[in-house]
């Protein structure tokens, strides 16, 4: 596919964070940059999808959350590190 060549204005403070942000994570800016805007719009376009839960289902998460528990707690073996060098095929 065709890229596209765009210009924008942006903060200057807020550019040097991302490219120092895009060194630190060993990747351009531009990379990032996509990266950033593929996940606003998935993002986006996911939360335009209905979820269906059942009655039962929203009782047992309101009654995890009156007993003071996280019923959206993810557990997981691997640090974030991991995780986001998995997610980049590291």
Known sequence: MAEKVTSLKIDPKLWKRAKILAIERATTLKSL???LLVNEVEAEELLGEELEFS???VKALEKERRNRKNPFTISIEKSAV???REGRGE
């Open 33 to 35: 940059i996509e990266e």
């Open 55 to 57: 009655e039962e289902q």
């Open 82 to 84: 991991e995780l986001v």
